[in-house]
């Protein structure tokens, strides 16, 4: 059993940034790679980054490179998302994944069986 739980949503102006945390606990092996989507309604769910925690490999979408960094810290099994340069369709919920494994390619929410509750973010102009 995977618990994962995201905090750090809020309402910022563009330009702005925001640090999102995803806290894991549960079963090590099961969560080995970690990702954060969003989504906005009446669209489908994004792939934004992933972190391979064993090695820190990282993987972003085009969207957010040079503007999202995923991190982590292993002692507290929390996992970032820092973003910068905020833009206005940055604004949607963003969802914490865990897997067993990452797909260094893409970031495809049917590879992540576990999911957290998600946490809220608008980005105003």
């Known amino acids: 059993q995977v618990q994962l739980v995201e905090s750090g949503g809020e309402s910022v102006q563009a330009g702005g940034s925001l640090r999102l945390s995803c806290a894991a606990s549960?079963?090590?092996?099961?969560?080995?790679?970690v990702a954060w989507f969003r989504q906005t309604p009446g669209k489908e769910r994004e792939g934004v980054a992933s972190i391979y925690t064993r090695a820190g490999r990282t993987y972003y979408t085009d969207s957010v490179k040079g503007r999202f960094t995923i991190s982590q810290d292993n002692e507290t099994n929390t996992v970032y998302l820092q973003m910068n340069n905020l833009k206005p369709e940055d604004t949607a919920m963003y969802y914490c994944?865990?897997?067993?494994?990452?797909?260094?390619?893409?970031?495809?929410?049917?590879?992540?069986?576990?999911w957290g509750q998600g946490t809220q973010v608008t980005v105003s102009s």
């Open positions: 994944a865990a897997n067993s494994y990452c797909v260094t390619t893409r970031i495809d929410d049917r590879d992540f069986p576990h």
């Open positions: 549960g079963d090590i092996s099961s969560r080995r790679c």
